[in-house]
């Protein structure tokens, strides 16, 4: 029997965690895995604790662009104190959006580049967060493997998506893609050995979803659309989604 897998949701934000012993319970039953991205020092340790309550939860550990001032030194020591635990490293990146001036654009290539290299000698796969700077990522993962690397929620052009297949990249559609008709043609055009699915939870989705924030229940959901506009069957579907899940973990 298949798997279900959430390739990038923050199940160590303080929205659930009123709620984690149901949703661990949901993700037994539904068969369903979640590769649990960190935030900052904090959250990375929020996560290593999840992990132990449940081998459905992938713990990714790291720091987010919007953190990227914050110092490295804790982090590093929980990387590598960590290392044969975690499953990855994120969710990391770029993004102007929270940059005021150049040395905040330094940090945070600084901040990308250190816990990629992480990655690169632990053998670990990243989550990337690349709005508005795909770009500037492809041009610094030249330096870096990009053989288990995800541009989580891809939000580009074609062309920069075209550049992401080429150069080795996963990438993630959410929730948003079930009723963005953008998203639905860049999945047209994604190499089906590269598709991965989200929710980014708790991210808010509105149209269908009525602005609630995102759930891991949201997967079969947007498998299901994803099936549609691939014209495959649902349980196809999820079995190629499975698939390049265990090739981006590596396992």
């Given at each position: 029997?298949?798997?279900?897998f959430d390739s990038h949701i923050?199940?160590?934000?303080?929205?659930?965690?009123?709620?984690?012993?149901?949703i661990?319970?949901?993700?037994e039953?539904?068969?369903?895995?979640?590769?649990?991205?960190?935030?900052?020092f904090e959250?990375?340790?929020q996560?290593l604790?999840l992990?132990?309550?449940?081998?459905l939860?992938?713990?990714?550990i790291?720091?987010?662009?919007?953190?990227?001032?914050?110092?490295?030194?804790?982090?590093?020591?929980?990387?590598a104190?960590?290392?044969?635990?975690?499953?990855g490293?994120?969710?990391?990146?770029?993004?102007?959006t929270?940059?005021?001036?150049?040395?905040d654009?330094?940090?945070q290539?600084?901040?990308f580049?250190?816990?990629?290299?992480?990655?690169?000698k632990?053998?670990?796969?990243i989550?990337?967060h690349?709005r508005?700077?795909?770009?500037?990522?492809?041009?610094?993962?030249?330096s870096?493997?990009?053989?288990?690397a995800?541009?989580?929620?891809?939000?580009?052009?074609k062309?920069?998506?075209?550049?992401?297949?080429d150069?080795?990249?996963f990438v993630?559609?959410?929730?948003v893609m079930?009723?963005?008709?953008?998203?639905q043609?860049l999945l047209?055009?994604t190499?089906?050995?590269?598709?991965?699915?989200?929710?980014?939870?708790p991210?808010?989705f509105s149209?269908?979803?009525?602005?609630?924030?995102?759930q891991?229940?949201?997967?079969?959901?947007v498998?299901?659309?994803a099936?549609?506009?691939?014209?495959?069957?649902?349980d196809e579907?999820?079995?190629l989604?499975e698939?390049n899940?265990?090739?981006?973990?590596?396992?």
């Amino acid at each position: 029997m298949t798997w279900y897998f959430d390739s990038h949701i923050h199940l160590s934000d303080p929205e659930y965690v009123s709620d984690m012993e149901f949703i661990l319970k949901e993700m037994e039953c539904l068969r369903l895995k979640a590769c649990c991205v960190s935030m900052n020092f904090e959250t990375s340790l929020q996560t290593l604790e999840l992990a132990k309550k449940s081998n459905l939860i992938l713990p990714f550990i790291g720091i987010h662009p919007e953190y990227a001032n914050d110092e490295i030194e804790n982090m590093s020591a929980l990387i590598a104190e960590n290392h044969s635990s975690i499953s990855g490293i994120g969710e990391i990146g770029l993004d102007p959006t929270y940059a005021n001036n150049n040395d905040d654009i330094k940090n945070q290539h600084r901040m990308f580049e250190t816990l990629l290299s992480f990655a690169e000698k632990f053998k670990k796969p990243i989550s990337i967060h690349s709005r508005k700077s795909l770009d500037d990522i492809f041009q610094t993962m030249t330096s870096y493997s990009t053989k288990h690397a995800l541009l989580h929620w891809f939000d580009g052009s074609k062309k920069q998506l075209q550049k992401a297949m080429d150069m080795g990249f996963f990438v993630s559609y959410g929730p948003v893609m079930i009723y963005a008709n953008d998203k639905q043609t860049l999945l047209s055009q994604t190499d089906e050995s590269q598709i991965l699915v989200e929710t980014d939870g708790p991210v808010k989705f509105s149209r269908c979803f009525e602005m609630k924030s995102g759930q891991i229940s949201f997967i079969p959901s947007v498998i299901f659309c994803a099936s549609k506009i691939l014209g495959k069957s649902f349980d196809e579907m999820t079995s190629l989604l499975e698939k390049n899940s265990n090739s981006f973990l590596g396992i």
